[in-house]
Structures are given as C-alpha cells and as structure tokens.
C-alpha cells in the first residue's frame, strides 16, 4: 500500500495512474511525471528516459504494475520507476486502487436513506425520488471533485450526506424550510454526474468543462419537474438553490442566494468542503506542525495543535 512506503523501500506493486504529464530535461531527454494511486493514498512518481509503449502504458486512469524504488525528493517520497507492466483492468479490483473515505457505504447509505425519507413535502419528494430512480448508482458511486475535496469513491454521497447532517442539527436553531434544505443537499452536486468522465481518475468531460455542474443539475432537476408535472414554487426554489450554491458570482454561481435556504445551503457546502480539505491536510503532518499552504484555504498554513482535554 503507498501509505505503507517509506524513502529508501521498494516500491513494486499494482497501482492506477492518477495522472500523467510528458516533460523533457535540460539534455532534451523525455520523462513522466506521474500520480500513482491505491486505496490508501497517492504517491508522485517519475519514469525517466521513456519512450512510446511507456507513454500508452502509463496514461491517466491506466492500471499497471511497476518496479521501482522509493527515492527522497525535496525532502518528501517520490518513486522512481525502473519497470512497467501492461495489467488487464476488467480483471483487476477497483477497491483496492480507488481512494475511500473515512465512512464506510453501509453507513452512508443508511443515512442517506434516513434523510431522503425524512422528507414530507410531496412535491420535494417526487423530485428527489425520480432523481434517484434515474441516477441512483452514477450517485452512489461519483467523487464529488477531481482534486480538492472529496475527491474519493463515494465522495459525492459523502459530501452530500454530511451536509445533510449539518442541516439537520440547525433545524432547531433557525426558521427555515426542512424539506427544501435536505432536499438542496441531496441534490446541489448532481450535476457533477455529467461533469466527471467517471470514478476510475476522473477528468471533465466536454458538458462539464462548457456548462457545469451548477448549470447541468439544474436543468436535470428542471426535466424532470417538468416530467412529473409539478406546478408548484418547489421546482423553481431548488433549481435556484443548485444555480446559486457557490455563494458569488466569482466564484462561479450564476446567481447568488436569495432565499434562506439557499443562502444555507451555500455556506454548508462551503463549509463542508473546506473542513475535508483541512482534514486532509492535517493527516500529512503531526500535531505541533503546520500544513503547508493550502491554495483552496486562501494559501494559508494550519496549524495542528494538540486535542484539549
């Protein structure tokens, strides 16, 4: 497992190419720079003096067993690559090659049957029922990023369920429309199912680079309104709560919040997304470190201090 390798280890094993990027030295010599992958982590990787069965070989989202050795690079592990090996991807298995996240799918899947049935309003829950009968594995199974955030098998239900359970606690605190807000968080990211090319190293596709997730979800949300004939406020409500959950129009929201639950909504995920990029940042240091900067966290270093008892 990469987790397991350490600077100066053998480095032999099956793993999937995360990605992959052609460069030349100095000396005009061709090489690879690489992200391997397995279910426990990533690690870079560099094949150097290449050439073309190395360049199919090692291409983005490519299963291969590789020799080679773990060498200290700036301080930090990186693999050098000595050998690579053409590995049958129908045969291999995707668990042990994808990254996971931290709860496992029985529990997710639990609550997120638990917050879906939670749900009264008749129009919310046609909506979110008919959504799930036509996309429920893409759902189930998606990242909810390519990097960043949630970026793992079962990301997107991950994500989705956790803001469920935010939501679920302020229920209790401020006057808002339950229903809309779960509802909101089932279904803000759905549109990433046609913006990631898949689950095995995904990439954008062509929709997703020229629409977008915000703008894919809600015209998916709008079809299907218009399917099952709903006249009501409720399609409109959370198609807007989709277009707007970015929180500013920089930020790549076509609106911005102007309802309550949309505004909600906004921060939830915001908030969401930021704590796991956090959380994986602190699992590469110890307490008593810092991080290193954090692009997403406005390129700041965290500091990791001891639990207080």
Same mark, same amino acid.
């Given at each position: 497992? =990469? ?7 053998? *480095?032999? @094993? ?26 426990? @982590? ?14 199919? $070989? ?9 020799? +080679? /050795? ?19 991807? /129908? ?11 931290? !709860? ?8 997120? &049957? ?6 009264? &309003? ?7 029922n008919r959504v799930f009968e036509k996309y429920y594995d893409k759902y189930i199974d998606y990242p909810?990023? #390519? ?13 989705? #369920? ?23 968080? $089932?279904?803000?990211?759905? @549109? ?7 689950? #095995? ?17 809600? %015209?998916?949300?709008?079809?299907? %309104? ?11 409500? $959370? ?7 970015? +929180?500013?129009? /920089?930020? @790549? ?8 639950? *949309? $505004?909600?909504?906004?921060? !939830?995920?915001?908030?969401? *997304? ?33 639990? =207080?008892?």
């Amino acid at each position: 497992m =990469i987790k397991d390798l350490v600077i100066n280890s053998n *480095a032999s @094993g099956v793993y999937l190419v995360k990605d992959s990027t052609k460069g030349i030295t100095i000396s005009g010599m061709n090489y690879l720079s690489i992200t391997l992958q397995d279910k426990s @982590g990533v690690m870079p990787a560099k094949k150097w003096d290449i050439d073309e069965e190395d360049i199919k $070989l090692l291409q983005k989202g490519n299963i291969v067993r590789i020799d +080679g /050795e773990v060498l200290s690079y700036k301080d930090k592990p990186q693999i050098k690559i000595t050998g690579v090996y053409k590995v049958n991807n /129908e045969n291999e298995d995707l668990s042990n090659l994808l990254l996971l996240g931290s !709860i496992s799918l029985d529990d997710l899947l639990k609550d997120f &049957n638990y917050y879906k049935d939670s749900i009264k &309003n008749e129009d919310c829950k046609k909506i979110v029922n008919r959504v799930f009968e036509k996309y429920y594995d893409k759902y189930i199974d998606y990242p909810a990023a #390519v990097r960043n955030h949630h970026e793992f098998y079962h990301g997107l239900l991950h994500h989705s #369920v956790t803001m469920c359970k935010v939501a679920d606690k302020l229920k209790n605190i401020y006057d808002f429309d339950y229903d809309l807000l779960i509802s909101g968080c $089932l279904l803000h990211d759905l @549109g990433k199912i046609y913006e990631f090319s898949g689950v #095995v190293a995904p990439s954008y596709t062509n929709e997703g680079n020229l629409l977008g997730h915000l703008t894919i979800g809600e %015209s998916l949300i709008k079809e299907i %309104s218009d399917e099952l004939h709903i006249t009501s406020e409720v399609p409109l409500l $959370l198609e807007h709560m989709i277009l707007s959950h970015h +929180g500013k129009l /920089e930020y @790549g929201s076509p609106v911005v919040p102007k309802t309550r639950e *949309a $505004l909600l909504l906004s921060m !939830i995920d915001d908030m969401d *997304a930021k704590m796991m990029v956090l959380d994986k940042a602190f699992n590469e240091v110890k307490e008593g470190e810092y991080t290193e900067r954090i692009f997403a966290l406005d390129n700041e270093m965290f500091y990791k201090h001891k639990k =207080i008892k």
